[in-house]
């Protein structure tokens, strides 16, 4: 059962060929046997997990089922869950009980899915390999000497290795497509406002997005149909209609325009990923994609800008945690300045305190000017790019990574070497896009991903795009070794 998309669970239930319990009961105990080797759930819900397969199962024969009903899913735990610890992967938060459902995950809920656990990530979503947890790093499915990529990395792992049908993410600088890509899973970052992101715990408030990760451009597209929407209680939830996702993914793509970056295939990429985007290139051209060259002159400016504005969302989001009303607290402080100082350094790991410093640093009377002012500027003009793009092209083709997954502890004493593994995806975030991960020839066993971005609300032209590749190859449907 492992082995079947989210589709195919849905049409199996939906058929009586096995019930939501016996496939609830499924996940459960691959998880409870294969994980202890990956270290990609923080928390099991295996009581509440069977309880909602038992509801799921009396809402399909009752008829109110929906294509979610009964499907077993994983979230981040960076989403607020309700009766269940939300940590962010912290020492500061582990000991927080979420008291209300985020707005995903309520949705989720309300559409029938199970929820598994939650997943292991990157500190507060900080990080670019999954190392950062204080609850120990995720291993890479394909090869667990080696990253499954940040700071969704538990969140992809558990889907690569079959743990889930589908996972929860998040994406602030390239949080789900990285990890996607470095676990050969499918991940779609959204456009900014198009997943609410209230109940979601706050990194950099502008930049942040939830979204999919899964199996196939189909599963995805059958999740953001349940996420996507206006949510009132998010001011920054963009109130436009929410397409129907399933029924774009059959069209023809002749006559649609990609473009290639010429900034995104020059040094730095990895050849043998070069050659895996060559081969999925030339199948989109075989179904009749026109393929041109493209010029986004400011995306090298995009790695410097990005390390600016959200460390000074970073540090304004994270000063709630202060010892005073939840998360962890320091024992025994002298006084008041005591407590503050003691539960932050106890509280936060060494990355979440850098992030914090330098946002500080670029807030400050003496720099705000010299530093966030014009990192903000910057960000106009790399969004300036992709709009001058999208007058030429539909859609834009890259690399999601320069790299294949790197050894565990490799970058982890290199910031600056581990920032440039978001070098593709950080602009999408910068500019408000969405964009797609998908899984493409593998180099040396290693999955590699290619990466599509699209203008705003163009979710459905993307999973289209995503959806037809997937249908004339295979490597989507590729297993790790020891987890088929």
């Known amino acids: 059962m492992h082995e079947k998309s989210i589709a195919e669970l849905s049409a199996g239930l939906r058929k009586g060929a096995f019930s939501s319990l016996e496939l609830t009961q499924h996940f459960l105990q691959r998880i409870e046997t294969l994980d202890p080797r990956l270290n990609s759930f923080i928390t099991r819900a295996s009581e509440t997990a069977l309880a909602a397969a038992k509801q799921a199962d009396q809402r399909i024969r009752q008829g109110t089922a929906t294509a979610l ?3 077993p899913i994983a979230h981040k735990d960076i989403f607020c869950t309700q009766g269940l610890r939300t940590s962010c992967g912290s020492r500061m938060l ?38 950062t947890s204080w609850y120990g790093p995720v ?10 990529g940040g700071s969704s990395g538990g969140s992809a792992a558990a889907v690569a290795a079959r743990l889930c049908a589908g996972a929860t993410g998040t994406d602030t600088g390239g949080s789900i497509r990285q990890p996607a890509a470095l676990c050969g899973i499918t991940g779609l970052k959204p456009t900014y406002g198009r997943v609410s992101r209230w109940g979601m715990v706050a990194f950099a408030s502008s930049l942040d997005q939830a979204g999919p990760m899964t199996k196939t451009a189909e599963d995805a597209a059958l999740l953001l149909q349940v996420m996507a929407g206006f949510d009132p209680k998010d001011s920054t939830c963009a109130d436009e209609p929410v397409p129907d996702y399933t029924a774009f993914l059959h ?3 002749r006559g649609l325009r990609m473009g290639l970056p010429v900034e995104y295939f020059q040094e730095g990429l990895d050849a043998g990923v070069a050659a895996s985007l060559e081969q999925a290139i030339a199948v989109f051209r075989s179904l009749g994609v026109e393929i041109q060259d493209i010029s986004l002159p400011n995306s090298p400016l995009a790695v410097p800008t990005y390390y600016v504005v959200a460390p000074a969302e970073c540090s304004s989001n994270l000063a709630r945690f202060d010892g005073v009303r939840y998360g962890h607290r320091c024992q025994d402080p002298k006084d008041l300045e005591d407590l503050y100082k003691r539960s932050r350094a106890e509280g936060f790991g060494p990355e979440v305190k850098r992030r914090i410093m330098i946002g500080t640093y670029v807030l400050s009377a003496g720099y705000y000017d010299a530093y966030y002012l014009k990192a903000q500027k910057l960000r106009q003009r790399i969004s300036e ?12 083709l890259g690399p999601t990574a320069p790299s294949t997954a790197f050894p565990l502890g490799e ?7 581990m920032y ?8 999408t975030n910068l500019a408000g896009l969405p964009g ?14 290619l990466q599509l971005i699209g203008n705003h609300f163009q979710e459905a032209r993307l999973l289209n795009a995503a959806h037809q590749l997937q249908r004339h190859t295979d490597w989507h449907q590729a297993v790790p070794p020891g987890f088929a």
Request: hydrophobic fraction near 45%; charge should be negative.
């Open 436 to 449: 797609i991960s998908l899984p493409i020839a593998p180099v040396c066993g290693l999955p590699v991903g």
């Open 139 to 148: 291993k890479n499915p394909w090869d667990e000497t080696r990253v499954p």
């Open 94 to 131: 582990d000991n927080f009980i979420a008291p209300y459902d985020a707005t995903v995950v309520a949705r989720l809920k309300e559409a029938g899915a199970v929820i598994l656990g939650k997943t292991n990530m990157d500190e507060f979503a900080m990080g670019s390999s999954n190392e």
């Open 69 to 71: 009903t009964g499907i």
């Open 251 to 253: 069209q023809d793509l």
């Open 411 to 417: 970058k982890i004493s290199d910031p600056v070497a």
């Open 420 to 427: 440039l593994n978001d070098i593709y995806t950080i602009a």
């Open 385 to 396: 790019d992709f709009q001058r793009a999208f007058e030429q092209v539909d859609l834009i």
